[in-house]
């Protein structure tokens, strides 16, 4: 017979162990709920891996690839071909009316193209079929800034640019060459849009941007002014000219951003700023970007001083970087040269 005072100590070991038991059961429960929820959430991350990278896949076109050519129909009728276009950077937005998250991101991108497209930015957006309604909404919130396109029908190009799914953007440099894009998964903020271009070309930015990169090439500068070239936008010198005045109103010359495309894929592409004076001879240029071929820098300083005074083909002719002809020092005697007839062209 146990004695009393010893059952009582037994039993509050028995109910300890069975207290200890409900524990190890709520615990190995509450593992297994853990394991099961992080089963789930691995396969969902492993899922939305694979969406990404159809998404990727979809659009087959590369940073720095050459955007491939379309010809398009705008709300009045013309024609669109972006292949002519150069000359100018480009947004190009696809998008479809019955899509709620095309409605969201079209506010960020009316605002960026109702600021930069009076200074050089093109901007052109692409609506698949939808109801009246619908696609006049869209429209509006685009805004007059944007060339608004219908969808085109050619379904090898459909592929390249927008896939299956929408909202698609694509942001260009004057060559046509892409700079960034944007997915349904991936999308490009218009903020991060705006930092590539104004970084790429200041003569987008405000008048205070305008005038510090004229500054670079004529010192005395007091105020710069946008001019449209004669013949138009070219890759080379962009869509404006830039007439620089000193404090007296009294014009010192004209400058222009030059970007020369190296199509080389160890280089970097140039792009300088040059000032031609009023009597026809480059005042200045300057560097606003580094210059790579194959790991070596051009020898920059030397080069831009023997452009000084420069006025005619045999003038730059000869003019070379580091020894040897490369492609970085002919792109910048290129574009200096382009420079100096476009701005013969403006008298």
């Given amino acids: 017979m146990i004695p009393p005072d010893a059952a009582e100590p037994a039993g509050a070991a028995v109910a300890e162990i069975a ?88 506010l960020g991108w009316r605002k960026l193209a109702e600021e930069l497209t009076p200074r050089g930015l093109l901007a052109v957006a692409v609506l698949r079929e939808g109801e009246a309604g619908e696609t006049d909404e869209l ?48 999308p490009l903020e218009p903020r991060h849009a705006r930092e590539l271009l104004l970084a790429r070309y200041p003569e987008l930015g405000a008048d205070e941007a305008v005038l510090a990169v004229t500054r670079r090439v004529f010192p005395d500068a007091a105020k710069a002014e946008r001019m449209a070239w004669p013949e138009g936008p070219t890759p080379e010198l962009g869509r404006w000219a830039i007439r620089a005045t000193d404090a007296g109103g009294a014009t010192l010359g004209a400058a222009a951003v030059i970007e020369q495309d190296l199509k080389c894929p160890v280089c970097h592409d140039l792009l300088a700023v040059a000032g031609v004076d009023r009597e026809g001879k480059v005042a200045a240029v300057a560097l606003l970007r580094r210059i790579e071929v194959a790991g070596s820098e051009v020898d920059a300083k030397p080069m831009l001083e023997r452009l000084h005074g420069a006025h005619d083909d045999e003038s730059i002719d000869g003019i070379d970087g580091i020894s040897g002809a490369t492609k970085s020092s002919r792109a910048l005697r290129d574009g200096v040269r382009a420079m100096l007839k476009a701005v013969a062209a403006l008298e």
């Fill in 19 to 106: 207290g200890l038991r409900r524990k190890v059961r709520v615990l190995l429960l509450a593992l297994a709920i853990f394991a099961v929820a992080a089963a789930a959430m691995s396969v969902r991350m492993n899922r939305l891996a694979l969406e990404l990278e159809r998404e990727k896949r979809r659009s087959a076109i590369p940073e720095g690839a050459l955007l491939p050519p379309l010809r398009l129909t705008d709300q009045d009728g013309a024609t669109v071909d972006t292949g002519e276009l150069r000359g100018a950077p480009l947004l190009l937005v696809f998008a479809a009316p019955g899509c709620p998250a095309c409605h969201e991101r079209v």
């Fill in 139 to 186: 429209v509006k919130k685009l805004g007059p800034a944007f060339r608004v396109c219908r969808d085109v029908e050619d379904p090898s190009v459909l592929a390249l640019y927008r896939g299956t799914s929408v909202p698609r953007s694509y942001l260009a440099d004057r060559w046509g060459m892409l700079l960034a894009s944007g997915s349904p998964m991936e």
